[in-house]
């Protein structure tokens, strides 16, 4: 997957001009993605318990997308963060770390950062049981039952990718409150 791909995963969530956050954004594929669709005008929240992947990727960031507003956090997002009012938030590949009693929690209390209308985008392989990389995925046809345990509206997939590990990536979308 390249740039192009990371930003079709998510395109049909985000507008221009909104603020969003990346939860586990590691090297920031999606964070590059988001700043390309927000804009100047968006702002990005990029949480990752891993301070010296924020560093590589603050560097990445402000050479592709120097007019988009960045704040770096170093945080376990299981934890309380200190997050603005948000239009949305994405979790790549990173909610799969959570093992599967507490991923409804977990995705519950982020929830509470979102505004009315604000949207959860989760990229995740469509797979039924993990490995030692990806441990606890979220197969796309349990999508729809973890938004709505969590408080959340009008689960959809929004984009899928074929991959060689694990089969395929799917993007999948879900609204808090009515849109
Ligand atoms: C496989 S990488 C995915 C990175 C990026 N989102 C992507 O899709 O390319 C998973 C990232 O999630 C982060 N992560 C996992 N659990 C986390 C947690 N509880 N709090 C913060 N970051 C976490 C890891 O440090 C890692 O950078």
């Known amino acids: 997957m390249d740039h192009h791909d990371h930003v079709a995963l998510i395109r049909a969530a985000v507008r221009p001009g909104e603020t969003w956050a990346d939860l586990g954004s590691g090297d920031g594929a999606f964070t590059l993605a988001l700043a390309e669709l927000l804009g100047a005008d968006g702002a990005i929240v ?3 318990r891993d301070g010296g992947a924020l560093t590589e990727q603050q560097r990445r960031i402000e050479a592709a997308f120097p007019a988009v507003a960045v704040r770096y956090v170093a945080a376990d997002f299981r934890r309380a963060l200190e997050l603005p009012p948000l239009d949305g938030f994405v979790m790549a590949n990173s909610l799969h770390f959570v093992p599967p009693p507490d991923q409804v ?13 604000g949207r959860v985008v989760v990229v995740e392989y469509d797979a039924e049981s993990g490995n030692r990389w990806v441990p606890h995925p979220i197969a796309a046809r349990r999508w729809p039952a973890v938004a709505e345990a969590a408080g959340l509206a009008e689960p959809r997939e929004i984009g899928r990718r074929p991959s060689r590990f694990l089969g395929a990536i799917y993007s999948g979308v879900a609204y808090r409150g009515v849109r």
């Open 46 to 48: 990029s949480v990752d």
């Open 105 to 117: 929690p977990v995705l519950a209390r982020l929830v509470s950062a979102l505004r009315d209308g």
